[in-house]
Every structure is written in structure tokens, then in C-alpha cells.
């Protein structure tokens, strides 16, 4: 599923929202209710700790 991370940028609140490909609403803070949100970049690359790369570890 689509989720991803959103930031109000009236109250700072962050908040993941699952967003589909009909999705045609506008994305809302579940707290204050702004429009005013900004996408965040997904943080799959720090999740990605590849030991095949770690050649001299250890
Ligand atoms: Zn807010």
C-alpha cells in the first residue's frame, strides 16, 4: 500500500496517510485540520543496511 509521510506546516504535526490512485481529496492535518502539509520523502534508504557492501566490518 501507498503510505506516506506528511507534516503539517501549521502545527509541525507529522502523519502518515495511505493515498490512493483515485485519490482526489486534498491532504489535511488530522489535527488541526490545515491544508497546508508538505509530503516527506519516504525513508526506505536507511532501512536498506546492506551487509554486502560492509566488505571490511569486523
Ligand atoms: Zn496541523
Redesign the pocket.
Known amino acids: 500500500m501507498p503510505l506516506f509521510e506528511y507534516k503539517?506546516e501549521?502545527?509541525g504535526?507529522v502523519f502518515e496517510k495511505l493515498i490512493f490512485s483515485t485519490d482526489k481529496e486534498p491532504i489535511r492535518?488530522p489535527?488541526?485540520n490545515?491544508e497546508s502539509v508538505s509530503k516527506i520523502l519516504s525513508s526506505f534508504s536507511s532501512n536498506l543496511s546492506c551487509p554486502s557492501s560492509g566488505s571490511g566490518f569486523k
Request: proline share 0%.
Open positions: 503539517c501549521k502545527c504535526k492535518c489535527v488541526c490545515s
